[in-house]
């Protein structure tokens, strides 16, 4: 009798699997028909009743074209964040499920191109012309698909080129207080990069209706936005748009770095973004944390930076390159926020306010300013010569700050000061003057020889300008070897040290003879 099967348990397990067969065959075709009803609207945010079978993140539609991401989804009600002008919702109007999650439109047709993050075009040039559509949200890739950074992204700007490298699929921190240069910074690298065959994805969060349009009209008659994509909310949209315009400039990118494609994309800024994420996330009651920033901050960051990476050659060998930006408060860079992207990042560059107001631009402050990535990013003529000139750099900012106690100086401290002043000098730089390769290293050969060190301050500007100049002649077979792995060899340093010597002559032999005004 105990071995017989029980009637019960065969009618149960029957019963079982038959659910489970149910369960296979389930698709969502079936929840997309799924319509609720909006029971409250505030500045933003959504609350829908009757859908019980919305995903998280899933894309939802509202009377009038409104679209809509769940983000909170409660046993009883959903929290939406709105991603469009709601001031015609109301409570008991009907919100329908899309079943599938927000996405972008990619491909080559937007170049050239300004949108807003949903892919809607700004520039007034017609409808936007994609290759197809992807998720605005995606894994980071794996480590095993990621290969090392190893080439230099070079941004045309001497000090970074030379003493903080980037490399094609690092990610370079920029930070600094308001009205510091960090967006001139961030497009002085996009204007380097024409002839350069690396695409830019500039990304506009929050930022005010005249800085986008003077910010777009730079890439326009500098004629870079052949290779550019601009993602655009301007302050007045509701904050979900800013909140996704970060992610959808990062799916755009990622399609062109999985075609094996170099790409550059500029947050500018994510204090905004993080701003407007504890808008959302405090309109939809989360736990607030530090500063009122929820929880999971640093989560969103970090999962948005991760996807910048170099691929390895079976994945394609695409490289993204991030250079997020944000913005400090008296110069606090162990705020919150700050602090947070530091950890996420492969370095950071720091502007400082007191050398804005020195006029030592641009204002980069290179003892608080690091790359990660290093000289693994650089070229070797670079790294041959950078090495000394951070170092005498390093010691000359000591020096100068124990100077200022007018305290009586021996002639080697003076020597220190005034070579560091030099090295300064050349280091400065004013906007949309990218510097090439070529002129670099003359220019940091001749300060590692000493060859600045007898022109007068006054004339500093004019002798690096006769160095620039002079580059031009230096042979097409050392050009050739600077811009490769190649190391420098003594015949070609030589050869730039003396073509960068004959043009300091004038400047250096008589000091009545020099030009006496900067121009």
């Avoid at 001749?446 to 060859?451: C, F, I």
């Avoid at 160095?467 to 077979?477: G, L, S, T, W």
Wanted: glycine residues 10%; charged residues 25%.
């Amino acid at each position: 009798m105990n071995e017989s099967p029980d009637l019960l348990q065969i009618v149960f397990d029957h019963a079982f699997t038959g659910l489970n067969r149910g369960r296979e065959s389930y698709t969502p075709q079936m929840a997309m028909h799924e319509v609720g009803t909006i029971t409250s609207v505030s500045t933003g945010i959504a609350r829908v009743s009757g859908l019980p079978g919305v995903g998280f993140e899933e894309l939802v539609k509202f009377p009038g074209d409104v679209f809509g991401i769940a983000f909170n989804v409660d046993e009883d009600e959903v929290g939406v964040v709105l991603l469009g002008n709601y001031w015609h919702l109301h409570a008991g109007d009907e919100v329908v499920r899309t079943g599938r999650v927000m996405d972008v439109a990619v491909g080559d047709g937007l170049l050239g191109r300004v949108i807003d993050p949903l892919g809607r075009p700004l520039d007034g040039n017609g409808p936007v012309v994609s290759d197809g559509r992807l998720p605005i949200e995606r894994p980071a890739p794996p480590i095993m698909d990621r290969a090392p950074v190893s080439v230099p992204l070079q941004t045309g700007i001497k000090v970074i080129d030379a003493l903080i490298p980037i490399g094609r699929g690092q990610r370079e921190l920029i930070l600094g207080d308001r009205q510091t240069g960090k967006s001139a910074m961030a497009i002085d690298t996009i204007l380097n990069q024409r002839g350069k065959d690396v695409l830019c994805v500039y990304c506009l969060i929050g930022q005010r209706a005249s800085a986008v349009a003077k910010v777009v009209a730079i890439l326009q008659a500098k004629g870079a936005m052949d290779y550019s994509v601009v993602v655009v909310t301007e302050g007045n949209d509701p904050p979900g748009l800013a909140y996704i315009a970060p992610y959808a400039a990062t799916g755009i990118a990622e399609h062109f770095m999985e075609q094996g494609r170099d790409v550059l994309i500029v947050y500018d800024d994510l204090t905004h973004h993080a701003r407007a994420y504890r808008e959302l996330c405090l309109l939809l009651r989360r736990p607030p944390g530090r500063e009122a920033f929820p929880g999971d901050i640093f989560y969103i960051h970090s999962r948005l930076l991760e996807r910048a990476t170099h691929l390895r050659a079976g994945r394609g060998g695409g490289s993204l390159t991030a250079l997020p930006i944000i913005e400090t408060e008296a110069q606090d860079i162990s705020a919150y926020i700050p602090t947070n992207l530091i950890s996420i990042t492969d370095g950071q560059i720091y502007l400082s306010p007191s050398l804005f107001e020195l006029g030592v631009l641009p204002a980069v402050d290179v003892g608080q300013s690091v790359s990660r990535v290093g000289g693994k990013a650089q070229r070797s003529a670079y790294r041959e010569v950078a090495g000394d000139l951070k170092l005498a750099y390093a010691q000359f900012e000591e020096l100068e700050s124990f100077a200022r106690f007018g305290a009586r100086l021996d002639e080697e401290t003076r020597r220190i000061i005034g070579h560091g002043q030099r090295i300064r000098a050349c280091l400065k730089q004013p906007e949309f003057a990218s510097v090439s390769v070529d002129a670099q290293i003359a220019i940091l050969l001749a300060l590692s020889a000493g060859l600045f060190d007898d022109v007068p301050l006054d004339w500093m500007t004019n002798a690096e300008k006769a160095v620039r100049k002079a580059a031009a002649e230096i042979p097409a077979e050392v050009c050739g070897r600077l811009d490769t792995a190649q190391k420098l060899s003594d015949e070609d340093r030589e050869t730039i040290i003396q073509i960068a010597r004959l043009a300091l002559a004038r400047f250096q032999s008589n000091p009545k003879a020099a030009p006496g005004k900067q121009s």
